[in-house]
């Protein structure tokens, strides 16, 4: 009889004990889950808390800086080394514009050429000089304006001098916000308002720098509903879906805390413009045709990137800007060659 139990008893166990040890396992299993669980929702307490202790601290320092933001700078302004940010932007080599003049406010087909890439430094620097007086005033004249925009621009690319670029930048963002003002319903009013707002964000906090990120966005948005010919438009947008593209998860996540949801982007908003800028304007920016080329990296299409980059190194470099995309065209053609 107790044999016979015995027996049993063994039986029971080879039966059950896949089960039992499944059961443990789960349930070690669940608990190891809820741990880690725990932990990650720990660590996201804490970095939001971290990043309003940042946004706080942030705005505190605004508000005892704020000669340094929006106001006109000084004669005297410290030098700043340059630094990539959300939306730091250098415009490439403008095309001619669709300039209207007073008269012809809504009608957008008088054409004028302005484009000031090719002059010397030393000519960009005196026109900006006998001109000044617009930051005085504004000027009667809307084409004025816009084309002092234009030789701001055009000296800023090729400035070396920190202190000097922040001065011209400056200026021309509240030049541009002045003729945004007066002439809302004009594309070009947008879009200079937009190429100086990520211009300035060098200068800005963390926090502004994603607040005007966002408005530069906005506003080329607006630009380019009202006028689809102006490759520009695409690649500044471009690069500013590129860049929100790339944001990590933790980036992601402390813009989210600050500024609420964020529109879902990927990497083929940001292609999408870049090869509109393309069609209108063919192999005519550097700028574009090397990010189409790292657009096409990503997709894993290397043919299709050297082709590009073929297409960049054709291009003369113009200005500072242009010398550190060469320097990169370079740099890629021999890695994926």
Known sequence: MEALNSK?????????????????????ISIFLLYKYWKLRKLLIELEAKVRELSLQVDSLNEKQTNIELNRPSRSVNKTSRHDSLSSYDTPSTSPERIPTLSQSNNQSNILTFN?????????????????DFF???????EDAIDYLRIINA???????PSSRKEYRMNAFNLAKTCLDFYPD??????????????????????????????????????IEMEQSDSVLYYLRGRWY????????????????IFGNIPKITM???????????????QKSKGNLLYISRCFIEKNDKENALKYLNYASMISSKNNEEDKDEKEVIQMTKKYL
């Open 242 to 257: 590129y860049k929100m593209s790339k944001l990590n998860w933790a980036e992601t996540y402390a813009i989210k805390l």
């Open 268 to 282: 083929d908003d940001a292609f999408n413009d870049f090869l509109q800028a393309e069609n209108l304007n063919p």
């Open 136 to 142: 005085d005033q504004f000027p009667s004249n809307f």
């Open 8 to 28: 049993s008893l063994n039986n029971a166990r080879r039966k059950y004990s896949p089960l039992i040890i499944f059961g443990f396992g789960t349930v070690g």
């Open 116 to 132: 000031y890439q090719n002059e010397s430094y030393e000519s960009l620097k005196e026109k900006y000089f006998e001109k000044k």
């Open 155 to 161: 000296l800023d690319e090729k400035e070396i001098d």
């Open 186 to 223: 004009n594309y070009l009013s947008h879009k200079w308002y937009a190429i100086f707002t990520g211009k300035i964000t060098e200068y800005c906090s963390i926090n502004e720098k994603v607040k005007y990120g966002f408005e530069f966005k906005k506003h080329l948005d607006i630009a």
